[in-house]
């Protein structure tokens, strides 16, 4: 089991820029898929990106493409997400989580993954 830690979460203006972190600890998560969802209020937890282990393949939402990143730096176990051009729909609790797979593959849905952040609030006015 990993244990997983997101930060980097707050309040900004639409259109500024958030890095959200997602420290992992517990196990190597060096040969995990790595993925980022968020929920609204009243909504689904939703995906919103993905890396595999080797943070050669990367997957994203459509609402989201050409504005976020997932990038991954093994060495430190943390994965990031980079969110720039905010808009106020992304408004929501973002979560990390962790998949171990040595093969390279992207899993988008939330019973894909085991391990799971607390979550990060990332709130964006209007």
């Known amino acids: 089991q990993v244990q997983l830690v997101e930060s980097g979460g707050g309040l900004v203006q639409a259109g500024g820029s958030l890095r959200l972190s997602c420290v992992a600890s517990?196990?190597?998560?060096?040969?995990?898929?790595m993925g980022w969802f968020r929920q609204a209020p009243g909504k689904e937890r939703e995906f919103v990106a993905a890396?595999?282990?080797?943070?050669?393949?990367?997957s994203y939402t459509d609402s989201v493409k050409g504005r976020f990143t997932i990038s991954r730096d093994n060495a430190k176990n943390t994965v990031y997400l980079q969110m720039n051009s905010l808009k106020f729909e992304d408004t929501a609790v973002y979560y990390c989580?962790?998949?171990?797979?040595?093969?390279?593959?992207?899993?988008?849905?939330?019973?894909?993954?085991?391990?799971w952040g607390q979550g990060t609030q990332v709130t964006v006015s209007s």
């Open positions: 989580a962790a998949r171990y797979s040595p093969m390279l593959v992207l899993f988008k849905g939330e019973n894909d993954y085991n391990d």
């Open positions: 517990g196990r190597t998560f060096s040969r995990d898929t």
């Open positions: 890396t595999t282990w080797s943070g050669g393949y990367t």
